[in-house]
């Protein structure tokens, strides 16, 4: 039978037609008849005409309109809780009770009470809609965070006789702007007092100051009743900003507060009454009062509205008292078995660890292999990948050799050595590019500015200024130690190929605090289930007046607590669940212009998380993608980084504020930002780069000095890779001779005037020097903190 003929290697085969579209015959052909499920189901749906389909979009449309108005006029009627105004001066001279004075007598039929407080009242039956009003005493900054902090509004209130915004004035702006500005308002006293003709452009005047912080915010004239009225239906009308930190979470302004201390006296029952706002509030939970730190509760209590609309006269407070007896309903009880704990760490088991013991044949091949087994001398605690890159040495020979010269720089070095352990910053070379120095003499001319001057201080602040601007010009340079073996230097580095893409594990050498905080397996997920649990619940208390009973609260601490904030208004938060667990927080944080001075890694400062303040010396590093982020050692001015720290675990957003108190106790806004996450699993790297030159240029090798200074440390560091500041790349060959020269080889010849980079890594924690922030002292502003 002859056989078909077949086509050889010169047969021309064309390519196939490529079609972006296929036709519909060519999609028939392909499937060959099947059909997917999701069609058969598609089929059956039951498609939309135009008109249903118009008339969709209307019920959707009409949905979300509803939804709106139903938000807008929760705020402020009668079954709601009241607008919650923060009046606050631009003026530090300007007295904001004439102010009050004229929204108090705005209109006939105004309804005007107070609590114990100091919150002022005021209810408007023609508008159906009631205000409370809240003044922070003037230069108190943390009165004024708290106050803004649960405000609905914003009332910025300034004089056209005086200088509309003063240094009070810019501040006050600047830390709303920082934490999250409420819905704002600005009023502007006294234009009826300038003569009629400048009027105008006095008003324009204080319009040209505010919009470079509220560009969009007109100005209102508040000198006679109706502009009160007209003040008090922009508020109840306007917009309201979100600030979504404290909408996520239940909260309320102490209306009345109240202690009852115990039998035994030690602690107490706070009752804290006030109108309570955001989401539903679980007596099981725990609530967070700023100032006095996290607590338990042992019921809530619900009272009648002693502010509503319906009164047409001021109650008494005896009126007030007999009306709150007879109204008073337990609406919760804490159950024990239920009830959050207060433990905030975790207690670490020793002994809680794989407890094996070895077996005859492993016992038997460790003592054969100690026998002829080579030494490596590495940091206690790496791993077996870590110390493989680590040249070997045997036991009777470079050992004893490099035991030797340990020993003899043993006593020069031992200051170095402890702080080495500490994981101080030695090796930036802060101590060694300063000499001890005499203060020179002062002239005497102005003894009063002398006085003025700590001499100590200024010597701090120039050592620092010069240690940023070197890191700034040749950052991770450091000098390798003459006297001191780098291998030994440096002992707790590594070589990576690439800072990138080589792996590092984050679970790898961790300290013993890390043993104490706890760990999401996914902090996002976790964050969306509990907003979604939150705001799923059946129990729902917005707007209703209530009472809190807060348990075991110090009684120390709130004798010092009231003494030092009778007038601050006290806020309640409640926490979500995990709130009050410690782990290592992360934030982004952002230089403010208030202040040129550096910030260096490790320093004390003042952080306020949301609800939250605390006092903790932060870690900053590079705000990067990726995996591992690299270490600064100061946080420059103009710059944005992140800070770590170990703190309670809070679910973003949240706004974060960084303080740094003064000499004078005096707080100075430094750095403003949010929250990134609550990741104990984030790799802070620190880097070093030691520096070598060439001594002898061949077409692709050459001879480099000056970066070590013996043979033994080119060995060491061998298997590393080297760079040029001009972009060479490559590795050392060999050691040549006794005093650090060595061989190197890279991929194309270097220039004279080239420099010889290796770059080393370690990963830096921070310390737990967490400490809450209370405030204990009147006389300084407020501004003198303890744990």
């Not at 807008?72 to 809780?81: H, I, N």
């Not at 044949?361 to 100690?370: D, H, P, S, V």
């Not at 550096?598 to 870690?619: A, D, T």
């Not at 061989?743 to 924690?765: A, E, G, H, I, P």
Request: hydrophobic share 35%; net charge neutral; proline share 5%.
């Amino acid at each position: 039978m002859p056989q078909a003929h077949r086509p050889g290697h010169l047969k021309q085969s064309n390519k196939t037609h490529k079609s972006r579209h296929r036709s519909k015959r060519g999609i028939a052909a392909a499937v060959k008849g099947k059909v997917n499920v999701k069609e058969i189901v598609r089929r059956n749906r039951h498609i939309l005409k135009k008109d249903e389909r118009r008339h969709q979009a209307n019920q959707i449309r009409k949905n979300k309109r509803e939804e709106v108005l139903a938000k807008k006029r929760a705020l402020g009627g009668s079954r709601y809780p009241p607008f919650l105004v923060c009046v606050v001066p631009l003026n530090a001279q300007l007295d904001v009770q004439s102010a009050l004075v004229i929204l108090k007598t705005c209109s006939e039929g105004v309804v005007v009470s107070q609590s114990e407080n100091g919150i002022v009242h005021i209810g408007l039956p023609n508008f159906k809609q009631h205000f409370s009003f809240i003044c922070p005493e003037v230069g108190n900054d943390f009165a004024l965070l708290d106050s803004l902090k649960i405000a609905d509004t914003a009332l910025f209130v300034s004089s056209a006789l005086d200088e509309p915004v003063d240094e009070w004035g810019e501040k006050v702006l600047a830390l709303a702007m920082a934490q999250g500005m409420p819905t704002p308002v600005v009023a502007a006293m006294d234009i009826e007092g300038v003569n009629p003709k400048k009027r105008t452009s006095e008003k324009q005047n204080v319009q040209k100051l505010i919009s470079k912080w509220l560009p969009e915010e007109k100005v209102m004239q508040l000198d006679k009743s109706s502009d009160g009225l007209n003040l008090l239906r922009r508020i109840g009308n306007q917009k309201r900003n979100i600030i979504h930190h404290r909408e996520k979470r239940p909260y309320l302004l102490a209306e009345e507060v109240q202690y009852v201390p115990d039998a035994e006296g030690e602690s107490g029952t706070l009752k804290v009454s006030g109108y309570l706002r955001g989401m539903p509030l679980n007596v099981n939970g725990l609530v967070h009062i700023s100032g006095l730190g996290d607590f338990q509760m042992v019921r809530i209590d619900g009272h009648e509205d002693p502010h509503s609309l319906s009164v047409g006269k001021e109650k008494t407070k005896s009126d007030s008292m007999e009306a709150e007896v007879a109204t008073v309903s337990v609406l919760q009880i804490a159950d024990p078995v239920k009830q959050e704990s207060l433990a905030s760490e975790n207690i670490p088991d020793p002994m809680d660890a794989e407890q094996t013991w070895p077996t005859e044949e492993e016992i038997a091949q460790a003592n054969l292999e100690t026998k002829t087994k080579k030494v490596k001398k590495v940091p206690k605690g790496w791993s077996d990948y870590q110390a493989a890159w680590i040249v070997e040495s045997d036991v009777e020979g470079e050992g004893s050799d490099a035991s030797d010269s340990a020993s003899d720089s043993a006593d020069d070095n031992e200051d170095f050595m402890s702080c080495e352990e500490d994981n101080s910053d030695v090796e930036d070379g802060d101590n060694n590019d300063f000499e001890s120095v005499t203060e020179s003499e002062v002239g005497v001319s102005d003894e009063k500015y002398d006085t003025t001057i700590d001499a100590h201080e200024e010597h701090e602040m120039l050592q620092k200024l010069a240690a940023a601007k070197e890191d700034k010009q040749f950052p991770d340079e450091v000098d390798t130690p003459q006297d001191v073996p780098a291998r030994e230097r440096f002992m707790r580095y590594r070589g990576l190929e690439s800072f990138r893409t080589s792996t590092w594990d984050p679970k790898e050498n961790l300290p013993a605090d890390y043993a104490r905080i706890f760990q999401f397996e996914n902090y996002d997920r976790t964050r969306r289930r509990i907003f979604k649990e939150n705001e799923d619940s059946l129990i729902n208390m917005y707007g209703f007046y209530i009472t809190i009973h807060v348990k075991n609260v110090r009684q120390d601490l709130w004798k010092a607590y009231h003494a030092a904030n009778q007038n601050a208004p006290l806020a309640v938060f409640g926490l979500l669940p995990h709130e009050h667990k410690m782990s290592l927080m992360n934030v982004v944080l952002k230089r403010t212009g208030a202040s040129d001075e550096p910030i260096k890694s490790k320093e004390r400062l003042i952080f306020q998380v949301g609800y939250r303040r605390f006092i903790v010396n932060p870690i900053f590093s590079q705000h990067t993608n990726g995996s591992k982020h690299k270490y600064e050692r100061f946080f420059q001015p103009a710059s944005t980084c992140v800070a770590t720290f170990f703190a309670p675990i809070q679910f973003s957003p949240s706004t974060v504020l960084c303080f740094k108190e003064k000499k004078n106790t005096k707080l100075q806004l430094i750095a403003s930002g949010v929250l990134l996450s609550c990741n104990p699993d984030r790799l802070i790297i620190k880097r070093i780069v030691l520096s070598g030159h060439p001594f002898k240029v061949h077409k692709r090798s050459a001879v480099i000095r000056f970066m070590f200074f013996n043979r033994e440390d080119v060995l060491y560091f061998k298997p590393c890779k080297l760079k040029t500041k001009y972009g060479r790349t490559g590795h050392i060959k060999e050691s040549l001779g006794t005093h650090g020269h060595m061989k190197c080889v890279f991929d194309d010849q270097l220039k004279s005037q080239d420099t010889v980079l290796l770059n080393l890594y370690k990963r830096m924690f921070p310390k737990w020097t967490y400490e809450n922030c209370i405030v204990t002292d009147r006389d300084s502003n407020s501004d003198v903190m303890e744990s």
